[in-house]
């Protein structure tokens, strides 16, 4: 690979190895108008978010050579570890006795440096001339705005994009070795097809990084828009507080927004980006392993249940668990989340189109990659069935609860508007599953639109549903009383509730709450339980100053570990939007998560 050393496209050391510290400066929330485009590399594939309207020049620069195809064939000719990954300025093939060939560029173009070189994003190389860029650019592989970020150093280097998909890939191949074949190419990523005892000549393709296709796929907006009109949403906090939103967005395409413990504003991961493509036919559920502290999603897709895990570097890696368990039949309703209080292992819950209800669970082992393993139990052709217990017709959604005595169950509403439990609990002698009728126990009124269910820290269960008469049921258990219903709305002279509306959550100082949409004013009200208060009832636009936009469709409520409350809504123009307490001041805010959120 002699050859290299005489394709140089300029001389010396530029200035993009030598720079000084400068003032961070911030990166935008997402347009939904910014251009997306795919590169697919030796090592997986790689999505990039381009800011279209903050360094127009640079991207439409980029995008010519992107459009042309003058990408395709090339390879990674630059790798620091820790810095950067460099590419886009030279194509290689094996056979050609020249060697490396420079990609014909375009004349330079103008700097546009605005924003930071931070970790994940991508940005144009050039010499110490500020206005001298042009086909080269560089991946970000740590937050390197004290080196590259200061305007007295060619200007500062133009950051016009970020990986919002397949991070991981740059990071894998950031971790290879390197050749020194001399100016431009002394640090130059090799793969294990390089043989180092005995250097060959010509370096085959095998032993590069390519990029073998460069190519714009649309915008980012499709990923950013909730677009199921009656969303299921998936909510998990974070041992620090920092929050996890999942929901389906335009063609089904899963998203996690994540929120930090005391930020304003959101990032979003677009789950359909990662490993493997995935169109949604299911919720996304989220959750926090209390094992590791590490964050998790699953949908179910016509290929199977995907698990994703977030990385260290905050990326997410997918598995598909139908492929790795024999036998696990398609989950055809939503998909519910628990977490057993006794030992932390995970069990999602599901129905198959036949209504058989099942479960996937973890093993309490880990797989070969080290990760935890899985298996499935379908509780209808075997708990139930054992038990000569019927599997309950169910219908919408499910919900799911735990008990701090290892309790769990799932929960929803038949036909007629009964309520029943399909429940496992350590005292049971047989150690199956079983189900009960809870309307029929506590004489509860039938329930229409669904039930949502807490569990308070002293192990009190409560199912809550909106009867026939709008007005707000709660049916509730203690080993003293046995199961009891009470009407909140008449009892306590509350509004009627959208019967597809409510969610519930309950505080760490165990307050009670159930959520919903004011029946007629479409207006979001919460009746809340402390043991100094009794029940009461709010509207919350009325704590928010300037009021707030009222969602449209089904909530979904969670609390904090320091005691925040979030609960999230769609409105109808497709809008993501979030109620927020704020426990440290009692406040209430509103955030609009479209117009707050970037993709990372």
Do not use: C
């Not at 492929?323 to 989950?331: A, F, N, R, V, Y």
């Not at 919350?540 to 979030?566: H, K, M």
């Amino acid at each position: 690979m002699t050859q290299l050393a005489q394709q140089s496209r300029f001389g010396g050391e530029s200035a993009f190895e030598a720079l000084e510290p400068r003032q961070l400066l911030s990166l935008p929330v997402s347009d939904p108008g910014n251009t997306l485009v795919q590169v697919d590399t030796s090592f997986g594939t790689v999505f990039i978010e381009l800011f279209d309207t903050i360094t127009p020049v640079t991207v439409n620069n980029f995008l010519n050579y992107v459009n042309r195809g003058d990408y395709d064939g090339s390879f990674f000719h630059r790798l620091v570890p820790g810095f950067v990954l460099q590419g886009g300025g030279f194509t290689y093939d094996e056979s050609d006795p020249d060697g490396a060939q420079d990609i014909p560029s375009d004349p330079p173009i103008v700097n546009e440096f605005l924003l930071p070189n931070i970790e994940r994003t991508i940005a144009m190389a050039k010499t110490a001339d500020p206005d001298s860029a042009t086909s080269q650019f560089f991946f970000n592989l740590d937050d390197n705005t004290g080196t590259l970020d200061d305007p007295a150093n060619s200007g500062g280097f133009t950051v016009f994009g970020r990986v919002v998909g397949g991070w991981d890939v740059v990071l894998e191949i950031s971790e290879l070795q390197r050749v020194n074949f001399g100016s431009p190419f002394g640090e130059v990523p090799v793969t294990e097809a390089y043989d180092f005892a005995n250097p060959p000549d010509p370096v085959p393709d095998a032993a590069l990084v390519f990029v073998s296709q460069a190519r714009v796929i649309g915008t980012v907006g499709p990923y950013l828009n909730a677009l199921n009109p009656s969303p299921i949403i998936g909510l998990a906090t974070q041992p620090d507080g920092s929050l996890l939103v999942g929901v389906r967005g335009e063609n089904a395409s899963p998203v996690v927004y994540e929120r930090g413990a005391d930020a304003d504003s959101y990032t979003a991961s677009l789950l359909a980006l990662q490993t493997v493509p995935v169109n949604a036919t299911s919720n996304i559920v989220n959750w926090v392993d209390p094992k590791n502290d590490r964050a998790y999603a699953a949908v179910s897709t016509a290929n199977g249940l995907v698990l994703y895990t977030q990385t260290d570097s905050g990326s997410w890696a997918a598995r598909n668990l139908t492929s790795e368990i024999p036998g696990l039949p398609p989950l055809s309703s939503n998909l519910s989340v628990m977490i057993d209080e006794t030992n932390g292992r995970v069990y999602l819950a599901g129905m198959t189109a036949s209504g058989a209800v099942v479960t996937v669970q973890q093993t309490g082992g880990v797989n070969q990659g080290g990760g935890f393993a899985w298996t499935f139990r379908n509780l209808s052709a075997g708990d139930l069935a054992v038990n000569q217990v019927g599997t309950p017709a169910f219908i919408g959604e499910l919900t799911t609860y735990t008990t701090p005595w290892g309790g769990l169950n799932i929960t929803g509403v038949d036909n007629n508007g009964d309520m029943h439990v399909v429940w496992f609990a350590p005292q049971l002698e047989n150690g199956l599953w079983t189900a009960n009728n809870i309307s029929e126990i506590s004489g509860a009124d039938p329930i229409i639109g669904g039930v949502t269910a807490f569990v308070t820290p002293w192990g009190a269960i409560n199912l809550a549903g909106i009867r026939a008469d709008g007005s707000l049921g709660v049916t509730w258990w203690t080993p003293d009383f046995g199961w009891i219903t009470n009407d909140l709305t008449s009892e306590y002279s509350g509004p009627q509730l959208d019967p597809v509306s409510i969610t519930s959550y309950v505080t760490e100082w165990g307050g009670q709450n159930i959520a919903g949409l004011d029946a007629v004013t479409g207006e979001l009200v919460v009746y809340w339980w402390t043991g100094s208060t009794g029940w009461v009832h709010n509207t919350i636009a009325d704590f928010i100053q300037g009021g707030a936009e009222a969602p449209t469709y089904r909530l979904t409520g969670i609390a904090a570990g320091n005691g925040d409350v979030s609960i999230f809504g769609v409105t109808g123009d497709q809008r993501v939007i979030e109620y927020n307490w704020v426990n440290a001041d009692d406040t209430w805010r509103a955030f609009d998560l479209s117009a707050l959120t970037r993709l990372v």
